[in-house]
């Protein structure tokens, strides 16, 4: 009975990493962060100077993207799930770059190419609110938001009427 009182903790404990749990902005520093969350999917430089942005993707089924910005004296400014419906409302049209997105979402879980509509297309799936939903964000070849779709996840079953999946 003990080892499985053992793996359970030890799942659990695994799981709450995820949220950065117990990482503290400017106090934690970066091998904190790196300790407790693990190795990032990226590291990217932040829009501060000095900053780095250190990934922590959790898609596709995990539907987050976590953002764990380091200063430059090596301490965490902030950690942050970055897939949010709030976010959305920074998505302008014919205004946004690419660059913007990413630093906005982070790292899309999959880029698809459409050469015939002359579009690059990202995709996140976002977090569920009542229903799971994902983000598919166009861009022109000069890198610029073209149209955006907030939408039922097509890759998710639909629940009958008034049912909500957790």
Not at 41 to 60: H, I, M, N, Q
Request: aromatic fraction near 10%.
């Amino acid at each position: 009975m003990r080892p499985i009182l053992s793996l359970a903790v030890v799942l659990l404990a695994g799981c709450a990493a995820y949220t950065g749990r117990g990482l503290v902005p400017g106090q934690s520093t970066e091998a904190d962060v790196l300790a407790v969350m693990g190795k990032p999917t990226e590291r990217d430089p932040a829009p501060k100077p000095g900053e780095t942005v250190l990934w922590y993707s959790r898609l596709p089924y995990g539907r987050e993207n976590w953002a764990a910005v380091i200063g430059p004296d090596g301490r965490l400014v902030s950690l942050e799930q970055r897939l949010t419906v709030e976010n959305l409302d920074n998505l302008h049209r014919n205004q946004t770059t690419a660059a913007q997105v990413r630093e906005l979402f982070g790292p899309p879980n999959k880029v698809s190419e459409f050469p015939r509509m002359n579009r690059e297309i990202w995709t996140y799936q976002m977090p569920a609110t009542e229903e799971w939903k994902v983000l598919l964000v166009q861009f022109s070849p000069d890198h610029v938001l073209r149209e955006y779709y907030y939408m039922d996840d097509p890759e998710i079953p639909r629940l009958p009427a008034g049912t909500f999946r957790r």
